[in-house]
Protein backbone atom coordinates (compact mmCIF):
# COMPACT_ATOMS: atom_id res chain seq x y z
CA UNK A 1 0.00 0.00 0.00
CA UNK A 2 2.70 2.48 1.04
CA UNK A 3 4.38 1.55 -2.61
CA UNK A 4 1.32 2.58 -4.29
CA UNK A 5 0.67 5.83 -2.53
CA UNK A 6 4.27 6.57 -2.78
CA UNK A 7 3.99 6.00 -7.04
CA UNK A 8 0.51 7.64 -6.95
CA UNK A 9 2.62 10.83 -5.39
CA UNK A 10 5.58 10.90 -7.60
CA UNK A 11 3.82 10.19 -10.85
CA UNK A 12 1.49 13.87 -9.45
CA UNK A 13 4.24 15.48 -9.02
CA UNK A 14 5.96 13.85 -12.27
CA UNK A 15 2.17 15.62 -13.90
CA UNK A 16 2.21 18.94 -12.65
CA UNK A 17 6.48 19.27 -12.89
CA UNK A 18 5.29 19.23 -16.56
CA UNK A 19 3.31 22.40 -16.38
CA UNK A 20 -0.02 21.21 -17.20
CA UNK A 21 -2.24 24.22 -17.75
CA UNK A 22 -6.48 24.40 -18.94
CA UNK A 23 -6.38 24.82 -22.64
CA UNK A 24 -7.64 28.65 -23.33
CA UNK A 25 -10.57 26.28 -25.55
CA UNK A 26 -12.30 24.84 -22.44
CA UNK A 27 -15.47 25.99 -21.16
CA UNK A 28 -15.62 28.29 -18.15
CA UNK A 29 -14.74 25.94 -15.10
CA UNK A 30 -13.57 23.25 -16.91
CA UNK A 31 -10.30 21.54 -16.04
CA UNK A 32 -9.71 19.81 -19.43
CA UNK A 33 -8.37 19.57 -21.90
CA UNK A 34 -5.09 20.27 -20.81
CA UNK A 35 -1.90 21.11 -22.21
CA UNK A 36 1.80 20.45 -20.53
CA UNK A 37 5.35 22.14 -21.51
CA UNK A 38 6.07 19.79 -24.29
CA UNK A 39 2.72 20.45 -25.99
CA UNK A 40 1.29 16.92 -25.11
CA UNK A 41 -2.50 17.17 -24.84
CA UNK A 42 -4.74 15.08 -22.01
CA UNK A 43 -8.94 15.14 -22.30
CA UNK A 44 -10.75 13.51 -19.48
CA UNK A 45 -14.52 12.84 -20.69
CA UNK A 46 -17.32 10.53 -19.27
CA UNK A 47 -18.70 7.76 -21.81
CA UNK A 48 -19.23 5.46 -19.33
CA UNK A 49 -20.99 2.62 -21.67
CA UNK A 50 -18.38 3.34 -24.43
CA UNK A 51 -16.58 0.25 -25.31
CA UNK A 52 -13.89 2.38 -27.16
CA UNK A 53 -12.77 6.15 -27.65
CA UNK A 54 -10.30 6.98 -30.03
CA UNK A 55 -8.88 11.03 -30.64
CA UNK A 56 -9.27 12.26 -34.05
CA UNK A 57 -9.07 15.72 -35.60
CA UNK A 58 -8.24 17.93 -38.05
CA UNK A 59 -5.07 18.75 -40.94
CA UNK A 60 -2.72 19.23 -37.68
CA UNK A 61 -3.19 16.03 -35.80
CA UNK A 62 -3.45 13.42 -38.23
CA UNK A 63 0.14 12.10 -37.34
CA UNK A 64 -0.79 12.49 -33.45
CA UNK A 65 -0.73 9.57 -30.97
CA UNK A 66 -2.86 8.87 -28.52
CA UNK A 67 -3.77 6.63 -25.20
CA UNK A 68 -7.35 6.10 -24.46
CA UNK A 69 -7.88 4.18 -20.61
CA UNK A 70 -11.60 4.27 -18.94
CA UNK A 71 -11.04 4.07 -15.44
CA UNK A 72 -13.91 2.20 -13.07
CA UNK A 73 -15.99 5.67 -12.84
CA UNK A 74 -16.25 5.49 -16.37
CA UNK A 75 -13.98 8.31 -17.20
CA UNK A 76 -11.93 8.08 -20.23
CA UNK A 77 -8.00 9.75 -20.01
CA UNK A 78 -6.71 10.17 -23.32
CA UNK A 79 -2.96 11.43 -23.29
CA UNK A 80 -1.40 12.36 -26.29
CA UNK A 81 2.06 13.06 -28.06
CA UNK A 82 3.40 16.41 -28.88
CA UNK A 83 1.26 18.59 -30.67
CA UNK A 84 2.23 20.90 -33.50
CA UNK A 85 1.28 24.81 -32.11
CA UNK A 86 -1.87 26.11 -33.45
CA UNK A 87 -5.74 25.70 -33.12
CA UNK A 88 -6.51 22.05 -34.16
CA UNK A 89 -10.19 20.95 -34.54
CA UNK A 90 -11.19 17.54 -33.11
CA UNK A 91 -13.44 14.59 -32.35
CA UNK A 92 -13.84 11.62 -30.15
CA UNK A 93 -14.89 9.05 -32.30
CA UNK A 94 -17.07 6.66 -29.65
CA UNK A 95 -17.87 3.25 -30.71
CA UNK A 96 -17.96 3.99 -34.15
CA UNK A 97 -19.51 7.43 -33.69
CA UNK A 98 -18.20 11.25 -34.07
CA UNK A 99 -18.73 12.60 -30.61
CA UNK A 100 -17.50 16.33 -29.23
CA UNK A 101 -15.43 16.97 -26.09
CA UNK A 102 -18.27 18.22 -23.57
CA UNK A 103 -15.47 20.21 -22.23
CA UNK A 104 -14.89 22.30 -24.60
CA UNK A 105 -16.42 25.48 -26.54
CA UNK A 106 -17.56 24.64 -30.24
CA UNK A 107 -16.24 25.61 -33.17
CA UNK A 108 -18.28 25.82 -36.77
CA UNK A 109 -15.85 23.68 -38.65
CA UNK A 110 -16.26 20.31 -41.12
CA UNK A 111 -19.36 21.62 -41.40
CA UNK A 112 -21.34 21.41 -37.74
CA UNK A 113 -20.16 22.18 -34.90
CA UNK A 114 -16.72 20.88 -33.79
CA UNK A 115 -14.46 20.79 -30.60
CA UNK A 116 -11.42 22.66 -30.97
CA UNK A 117 -8.03 22.93 -28.83
CA UNK A 118 -5.16 25.83 -28.99
CA UNK A 119 -2.08 24.79 -28.44
CA UNK A 120 0.33 27.71 -27.61
CA UNK A 121 2.58 28.90 -30.36
CA UNK A 122 4.28 31.95 -28.11
CA UNK A 123 2.82 34.17 -30.21
CA UNK A 124 0.41 37.24 -29.06
CA UNK A 125 -0.44 38.87 -31.60
CA UNK A 126 -4.04 37.52 -31.91
CA UNK A 127 -4.26 37.81 -28.42
CA UNK A 128 -6.90 40.39 -26.49
CA UNK A 129 -4.88 42.88 -25.34
CA UNK A 130 -5.00 46.58 -23.53
CA UNK A 131 -5.63 48.55 -26.92
CA UNK A 132 -8.41 50.81 -28.42
CA UNK A 133 -10.74 47.72 -29.37
CA UNK A 134 -13.13 47.58 -32.95
CA UNK A 135 -16.76 45.93 -32.79
CA UNK A 136 -18.02 43.36 -35.00
CA UNK A 137 -21.18 43.42 -36.26
CA UNK A 138 -24.24 41.43 -37.65
CA UNK A 139 -25.69 41.98 -40.83
CA UNK A 140 -27.79 41.02 -43.73
CA UNK A 141 -28.88 41.72 -46.87
CA UNK A 142 -31.71 40.06 -49.27
CA UNK A 143 -29.53 38.51 -52.51
CA UNK A 144 -31.43 38.79 -56.01
CA UNK A 145 -28.48 36.61 -57.03
CA UNK A 146 -28.85 33.58 -54.09
CA UNK A 147 -32.73 34.71 -54.07
CA UNK A 148 -32.65 34.30 -50.45
CA UNK A 149 -31.42 36.29 -47.06
CA UNK A 150 -27.66 36.57 -46.93
CA UNK A 151 -25.59 36.71 -43.27
CA UNK A 152 -22.29 38.57 -42.78
CA UNK A 153 -20.37 40.02 -40.01
CA UNK A 154 -18.88 43.50 -40.35
CA UNK A 155 -15.57 44.45 -38.45
CA UNK A 156 -15.78 48.59 -37.63
CA UNK A 157 -12.29 49.43 -36.51
CA UNK A 158 -11.63 51.66 -33.10
CA UNK A 159 -11.83 55.49 -34.41
CA UNK A 160 -15.04 54.38 -36.67
CA UNK A 161 -17.68 57.15 -36.68
CA UNK A 162 -14.72 59.68 -36.89
CA UNK A 163 -13.77 59.17 -40.84
CA UNK A 164 -14.38 57.23 -43.44
CA UNK A 165 -12.48 53.59 -44.03
CA UNK A 166 -11.21 51.40 -46.31
CA UNK A 167 -12.78 47.93 -46.82
CA UNK A 168 -11.75 44.01 -46.81
CA UNK A 169 -13.75 41.68 -47.84
CA UNK A 170 -12.98 38.40 -46.52
CA UNK A 171 -13.77 34.71 -46.93
CA UNK A 172 -13.61 31.43 -44.79
CA UNK A 173 -12.68 27.90 -46.17
CA UNK A 174 -15.03 25.00 -46.97
CA UNK A 175 -16.75 23.80 -44.00
CA UNK A 176 -16.75 26.65 -42.07
CA UNK A 177 -19.34 30.23 -42.09
CA UNK A 178 -18.75 33.53 -41.15
CA UNK A 179 -18.35 32.75 -37.63
CA UNK A 180 -14.49 31.42 -38.68
CA UNK A 181 -12.63 34.37 -38.97
CA UNK A 182 -14.00 35.93 -35.64
CA UNK A 183 -13.81 32.96 -33.24
CA UNK A 184 -11.32 30.63 -34.75
CA UNK A 185 -9.16 33.95 -36.19
CA UNK A 186 -9.27 36.36 -33.97
CA UNK A 187 -9.73 39.24 -36.73
CA UNK A 188 -10.74 41.57 -34.29
CA UNK A 189 -7.42 40.95 -31.84
CA UNK A 190 -5.16 40.67 -34.65
CA UNK A 191 -6.12 43.99 -36.30
CA UNK A 192 -6.83 45.86 -32.81
CA UNK A 193 -3.53 44.97 -31.70
CA UNK A 194 -1.90 46.23 -35.55
CA UNK A 195 -4.15 49.31 -35.05
CA UNK A 196 -2.86 50.51 -31.90
CA UNK A 197 0.84 49.54 -32.70
CA UNK A 198 0.37 51.93 -35.68
CA UNK A 199 1.46 48.77 -37.97
CA UNK A 200 -1.26 48.66 -40.62
CA UNK A 201 -4.00 51.59 -41.58
CA UNK A 202 -7.58 51.35 -40.05
CA UNK A 203 -9.97 49.13 -42.15
CA UNK A 204 -13.39 48.20 -41.69
CA UNK A 205 -13.51 44.18 -42.66
CA UNK A 206 -16.40 42.70 -44.22
CA UNK A 207 -16.69 38.58 -43.27
CA UNK A 208 -19.06 37.31 -46.11
CA UNK A 209 -20.64 33.94 -46.58
CA UNK A 210 -18.81 31.84 -48.91
CA UNK A 211 -21.23 30.24 -50.82
CA UNK A 212 -23.91 31.58 -52.91
CA UNK A 213 -26.20 29.33 -54.70
CA UNK A 214 -29.94 29.60 -55.30
CA UNK A 215 -32.33 26.89 -53.65
CA UNK A 216 -32.20 25.25 -57.12
CA UNK A 217 -28.73 25.45 -57.54
CA UNK A 218 -27.76 23.74 -53.71
CA UNK A 219 -29.46 20.81 -55.10
CA UNK A 220 -26.80 20.28 -57.49
CA UNK A 221 -23.84 17.67 -56.35
CA UNK A 222 -21.10 19.36 -54.05
CA UNK A 223 -18.58 19.15 -56.58
CA UNK A 224 -15.61 21.40 -58.00
CA UNK A 225 -18.19 22.82 -60.75
CA UNK A 226 -20.26 23.61 -58.33
CA UNK A 227 -17.84 25.48 -56.01
CA UNK A 228 -16.60 27.37 -59.08
CA UNK A 229 -20.93 28.32 -59.67
CA UNK A 230 -21.27 29.61 -56.62
CA UNK A 231 -17.70 31.61 -56.77
CA UNK A 232 -18.93 33.04 -59.87
CA UNK A 233 -22.31 34.03 -58.29
CA UNK A 234 -20.11 35.35 -55.36
CA UNK A 235 -18.59 37.94 -57.51
CA UNK A 236 -21.90 39.10 -58.55
CA UNK A 237 -23.77 39.35 -55.49
CA UNK A 238 -20.47 41.06 -54.02
CA UNK A 239 -19.85 43.69 -56.78
CA UNK A 240 -23.43 44.05 -57.74
CA UNK A 241 -25.57 43.72 -54.10
CA UNK A 242 -22.51 43.80 -51.24
CA UNK A 243 -20.78 46.60 -51.97
CA UNK A 244 -22.87 49.54 -53.04
CA UNK A 245 -24.97 48.13 -49.54
CA UNK A 246 -21.64 48.38 -47.42
CA UNK A 247 -21.00 51.76 -49.23
CA UNK A 248 -24.00 53.40 -48.41
CA UNK A 249 -24.72 52.01 -44.99
CA UNK A 250 -21.03 52.58 -43.57
CA UNK A 251 -18.30 55.08 -43.31
CA UNK A 252 -16.29 53.94 -46.27
CA UNK A 253 -13.83 55.06 -48.53
CA UNK A 254 -13.50 54.30 -52.44
CA UNK A 255 -10.40 51.65 -51.54
CA UNK A 256 -11.28 47.73 -51.37
CA UNK A 257 -9.00 44.59 -51.13
CA UNK A 258 -10.24 41.24 -51.04
CA UNK A 259 -9.23 37.87 -49.39
CA UNK A 260 -9.62 34.49 -48.42
CA UNK A 261 -8.51 31.28 -47.44
CA UNK A 262 -8.54 27.78 -49.03
CA UNK A 263 -11.77 27.60 -50.70
CA UNK A 264 -12.00 31.48 -50.01
CA UNK A 265 -8.60 32.01 -51.85
CA UNK A 266 -9.77 31.19 -54.56
CA UNK A 267 -12.77 33.19 -54.47
CA UNK A 268 -10.75 35.87 -53.11
CA UNK A 269 -8.28 35.28 -56.19
CA UNK A 270 -11.45 35.15 -58.82
CA UNK A 271 -13.32 38.50 -57.91
CA UNK A 272 -9.92 40.34 -57.54
CA UNK A 273 -8.82 39.28 -61.28
CA UNK A 274 -12.08 39.85 -62.45
CA UNK A 275 -12.36 43.48 -61.03
CA UNK A 276 -8.76 44.46 -60.88
CA UNK A 277 -9.62 48.56 -61.14
CA UNK A 278 -11.71 47.72 -58.13
CA UNK A 279 -9.61 45.55 -55.88
CA UNK A 280 -6.58 47.33 -54.88
CA UNK A 281 -4.97 44.12 -52.96
CA UNK A 282 -5.58 40.22 -53.64
CA UNK A 283 -4.65 37.76 -50.65
CA UNK A 284 -4.43 34.16 -51.20
CA UNK A 285 -4.12 32.26 -47.68
CA UNK A 286 -3.22 28.41 -48.96
CA UNK A 287 -4.31 29.32 -52.10
CA UNK A 288 -6.63 26.88 -54.20
CA UNK A 289 -7.49 26.72 -58.02
CA UNK A 290 -10.36 24.64 -59.22
CA UNK A 291 -10.84 22.86 -61.90
CA UNK A 292 -7.03 23.09 -63.38
CA UNK A 293 -5.90 21.27 -65.81
CA UNK A 294 -2.05 20.46 -66.88
CA UNK A 295 -2.56 22.74 -69.90
CA UNK A 296 -5.15 25.17 -68.54
CA UNK A 297 -3.83 25.88 -64.51
CA UNK A 298 -6.12 28.64 -65.03
CA UNK A 299 -8.80 27.76 -66.75
CA UNK A 300 -11.42 29.13 -64.27
CA UNK A 301 -9.35 31.81 -62.99
CA UNK A 302 -8.27 34.53 -65.66
CA UNK A 303 -5.18 35.40 -63.55
CA UNK A 304 -3.87 37.40 -66.99
CA UNK A 305 -6.03 40.27 -66.54
CA UNK A 306 -3.43 41.49 -64.15
CA UNK A 307 -1.42 41.89 -66.29
CA UNK A 308 -3.39 43.97 -68.56
CA UNK A 309 -4.67 46.15 -65.64
CA UNK A 310 -3.91 49.67 -65.31
CA UNK A 311 -3.72 49.69 -61.58
CA UNK A 312 -1.91 46.09 -60.65
CA UNK A 313 -3.46 44.83 -57.73
CA UNK A 314 -1.36 43.87 -54.89
CA UNK A 315 -0.87 40.88 -54.95
CA UNK A 316 -0.14 38.25 -51.17
CA UNK A 317 0.08 34.67 -50.98
CA UNK A 318 0.83 32.61 -48.01
CA UNK A 319 0.99 29.09 -47.88
CA UNK A 320 1.61 26.98 -43.78
CA UNK A 321 4.83 25.41 -44.31
CA UNK A 322 3.70 21.42 -44.06
CA UNK A 323 0.37 21.80 -45.76
CA UNK A 324 -0.06 19.22 -48.11
CA UNK A 325 1.72 18.66 -51.85
CA UNK A 326 -2.30 20.13 -52.76
CA UNK A 327 -1.39 23.22 -51.53
CA UNK A 328 2.32 23.44 -52.45
CA UNK A 329 1.17 22.40 -56.36
CA UNK A 330 -1.10 25.31 -56.38
CA UNK A 331 1.25 27.94 -54.37
CA UNK A 332 3.75 26.83 -57.02
CA UNK A 333 1.69 27.67 -60.23
CA UNK A 334 0.84 31.00 -58.86
CA UNK A 335 4.04 32.08 -58.05
CA UNK A 336 5.92 30.65 -61.21
CA UNK A 337 2.80 32.63 -63.10
CA UNK A 338 3.86 35.86 -61.08
CA UNK A 339 7.42 35.61 -61.65
CA UNK A 340 7.20 34.42 -65.64
CA UNK A 341 5.34 37.65 -66.04
CA UNK A 342 7.60 39.95 -63.88
CA UNK A 343 4.33 40.53 -61.72
CA UNK A 344 5.21 41.63 -58.41
CA UNK A 345 3.85 40.06 -55.12
CA UNK A 346 4.72 38.90 -52.18
CA UNK A 347 4.88 35.26 -50.94
CA UNK A 348 4.80 34.53 -46.84
CA UNK A 349 5.25 31.08 -45.32
CA UNK A 350 4.15 30.64 -42.31
CA UNK A 351 6.53 28.55 -40.37
CA UNK A 352 5.70 24.77 -38.79
CA UNK A 353 1.77 25.19 -40.16
CA UNK A 354 -0.82 23.02 -41.40
CA UNK A 355 -3.98 23.94 -43.23
CA UNK A 356 -5.02 25.12 -40.15
CA UNK A 357 -6.04 28.02 -38.37
CA UNK A 358 -2.74 28.93 -36.90
CA UNK A 359 -1.70 30.11 -41.07
CA UNK A 360 -4.46 31.67 -41.68
CA UNK A 361 -3.92 34.37 -38.35
CA UNK A 362 -0.28 35.06 -39.60
CA UNK A 363 -0.96 35.26 -43.16
CA UNK A 364 -3.98 38.22 -42.34
CA UNK A 365 -1.20 39.52 -40.06
CA UNK A 366 1.03 40.35 -42.65
CA UNK A 367 -1.58 41.29 -45.50
CA UNK A 368 -2.93 43.33 -43.15
CA UNK A 369 0.08 45.59 -43.13
CA UNK A 370 0.70 45.98 -46.55
CA UNK A 371 -3.25 47.42 -47.82
CA UNK A 372 -4.12 50.57 -48.30
CA UNK A 373 -1.00 52.23 -47.40
Known amino acids: MKI ?15 GWKTSSTALRGREYPKINALHEASFRVYFPKAKSVVLEGGDGMKEIKSKAVRDKNGYWNIHTSAMEP ?6 FNVDGKRTNDPNTQLY ?10 EIPSGEDFFFHKKVPHGTIVDDSLYSETTQQQRKFKVYLPPDYGKSKFPVLYLYHGTGED ?5 KQGHINNILDNLFAAKKATEMIVVMDYGVALTPEQEK ?16 QW ?24 SRG ?11 PDTFSAIGAFSPVIYEATENEPFKELPVQNLLSSDKKPYFFIGIGEKEGSRFEDFNRTLTDFFHRNNYAFTAYQSPGTYHEWLTWRRCLNQFAQKIFR
Open 4 to 18: TIFISFLFSQIFFSQ
Open 86 to 91: GFHYYW
Open 108 to 117: FGYSQPTSGI
Open 178 to 182: ITGWE
Open 220 to 235: MPDNYPRTVLSSKNLD
Open 238 to 261: LNSELIPYIDEKYRTTNQKAVAGL
Open 265 to 275: SYQAMLIGVLH
